[in-house]
């Protein structure tokens, strides 16, 4: 008798996140320094608190919100993304998700088949991998220039292109590395995708976080890109609104039309009580972003200053946006990326996220988030050098 099979496929070839196994491992040591978690350690302004308790106290949180969201909200996005994004937006061409990650998925859905192929720049984001995975597509990797800040190699992006590729996904300020990818890579990325008819999927969730005079592009921006680019954004970093899950797409009218039909299955509509809140971040001062900013730059100093002290063990690329950054391990045990984070949390007490679910080019690496106190910084280095018998 044959052994039947009790999960699919789809589910099976995705092995288990390195990323979480941390989180679990670290809950079982006492007095962990957390530089693995990347999610602001600050709360999100008071006064998107004091709205969502407002909609709440006035029953207007307990209903289903339109599927495609509030309208307000969908209007106040349209009037940002004309701002700050230079992207010709409308309301009709916003789709608000549970965060850019649902909104991501969403996009996967309607734009790949079985088999299709979605070329991604390594290192790249691990759940992304395993978006394309769960659309049953198949990820393409195209690595990037780890020695020029993991520069995006556009030679080896169009070298992959394939009669099966469908669509290209790509984060800037970029997770796990902090690369930001500029203008002239990004344009010459849509000629690409326009010579050879593909989708860009971004995800842009740390757009407001650069550095050293980076600036955000976002790709949508080209007219020529109208139907060709889908664009997930996020409340959840520029506002630290991490557990509130809300996000929105911008794309055409027509892709909207198709992405809304995962999103219903996903998720019916992002949560209401959220939506407000996101309403009230976009409607009220914009100081705490800068304020963010400030805090990451500082800290990313902070924290590049302190692995100069340890720089017989890990060399690095200086980011220049997101609060990510991603050292390689020059050390010979650090060929293996999950056991030295292992060892690393159970005999230091310092967690780290490895490098090896970040993409093929991203083993030997671990990333590091300054999105912490300095203090934990600190503390973090300071447990390091004892346990590396470094620093001065």
Not at 26 to 33: Q, R
Not at 220 to 247: L, Q
Request: proline letters at 6%; charged letters at 20%.
């Amino acid at each position: 008798m044959t052994e039947k099979r009790l999960f699919s496929n789809r589910v099976g070839q995705i092995p288990p996140s390195a990323i979480h196994a941390m989180t679990a491992l670290s809950k079982t040591v006492p007095d962990v320094a957390f530089l693995s978690w990347a999610k602001p350690t600050s709360s999100a302004p008071a006064h998107i608190h004091e709205a969502a308790a407002a909609a709440i106290a006035e029953g207007r949180a307990d209903g289903y919100s339109e599927t495609r969201g509030l309208g307000p909200l969908r209007e106040e996005i349209a009037r940002k993304l004309r701002q700050e994004n230079g992207i010709d937006a409308s309301p009709a061409q916003i789709l608000v998700t549970v965060g850019a990650i649902e909104g991501i998925s969403a996009a996967l859905m309607a734009a790949i088949d079985p088999g299709d192929e979605v070329i991604l720049p390594s290192p790249t984001y691990s759940t992304h991998i395993n978006q394309v995975l769960l659309a049953s597509g198949r990820p393409v990797f195209a690595p990037t220039v780890e020695r020029e800040g993991f520069r995006l190699d556009l030679d080896a992006l169009h070298e992959v292109v394939s009669p099966k590729t469908r669509a290209i996904l790509y984060c800037s300020p970029a997770n796990p590395t902090g690369a930001v990818f500029g203008r002239q890579a990004l344009s010459e990325l849509a000629r690409i995708a326009l010579e050879h008819d593909l989708i860009v999927i971004t995800d842009e969730a740390y757009e407001y976080f650069t550095f050293d005079g980076a600036e955000h592009f976002a790709i949508a921006s080209i007219p020529e890109m109208r139907d060709h680019a889908i664009s997930c954004f996020t409340f959840t970093k520029n506002y630290a609104m991490t557990g509130w899950r809300v996000g929105y797409v911008h794309a055409s009218e027509s892709w909207i039309a198709q992405l809304g039909k995962p999103h219903i299955a996903f998720a019916i509509c992002a949560p209401v009580v959220s939506q407000y809140a996101a309403l009230a971040a976009l409607q009220g001062p914009q100081d705490c972003i800068q304020a963010f900013r400030a805090k990451y730059l500082s800290a990313r100093d902070r924290m590049c200053a302190r692995l100069d002290r340890l720089g017989s063990v890990f060399s690095y690329q200086r980011p220049r946006g997101s609060y990510l950054m991603f050292p390689r391990i020059l050390l010979e045990e650090g060929r293996d990326s999950k056991a030295f984070c292992e060892q690393l949390l159970l005999r230091a007490r310092v967690s780290t996220t490895p490098g090896c679910d970040f993409g093929p080019t991203a083993e030997g690496h671990l990333r590091l988030s300054f999105c912490v106190p300095e203090e934990m910084i600190d503390t973090a280095f300071d447990r390091m050098e004892r346990y590396f018998g470094a620093g001065g």
